[in-house]
């Protein structure tokens, strides 16, 4: 059984510094040849861009950095003051000194589900994990 579990997106998020923040947009052509802060190939949020980007024939250019997480990806962001590929998600709220830029043409969005063989597969512990984020994301949705 698929349970959907949250929507999300990939989006270009860039220091307050950077002469994109103040751009609520930025052309397919900036994305493809601006090196950026990125997560190691093997991460869904690379592998989520450049799909979509492939499908239109399109390609990254070679990264400025690769990072094995999404606070070393924030920090080095912000540190380089260069442009990254994360998740929207881990950006709301404050931005921790990033803001989010919108790509022309594009958009990486992305479902993320939990994947049961049935409740009664589950361990009392996962099952209670399980309810206890599917709430949290109901909480945080409600105005």
């Known amino acids: 059984e698929e349970r959907p579990f949250c929507d999300d997106a990939v989006i270009v998020a860039v220091p307050e510094e950077h002469p994109w923040a103040k751009l609520d947009e930025i052309g397919l052509e900036e994305l493809t040849s601006t ?3 990125m997560r190691d190939p093997s991460a869904n949020t690379r592998r989520t861009v450049e799909a979509a980007l492939a499908a239109k024939g399109l390609s990254l250019p070679p990264p400025l950095a690769e990072v094995g997480s999404t606070s070393a990806l924030k920090a080095s962001a912000v540190e380089e003051c260069a ?3 994360i998740s929207a998600l881990a950006i709301r709220g404050d931005g921790e000194g990033l803001r989010a ?4 043409g594009i958009s990486f969005e992305r479902r993320f589900v ?6 009664e ?4 512990s ?3 994990l399980m309810q206890h ?3 949290q994301l109901d909480e945080d949705e409600d105005p």
């Open 83 to 85: 442009p990254a590929l």
């Open 35 to 37: 090196p950026m802060i």
């Open 101 to 104: 830029v919108s790509v022309a």
């Open 121 to 124: 597969t589950l361990s009392p």
């Open 133 to 135: 984020l599917l709430t």
């Open 126 to 128: 996962a099952l209670a």
């Open 114 to 119: 939990l994947l049961l063989g049935g409740d």
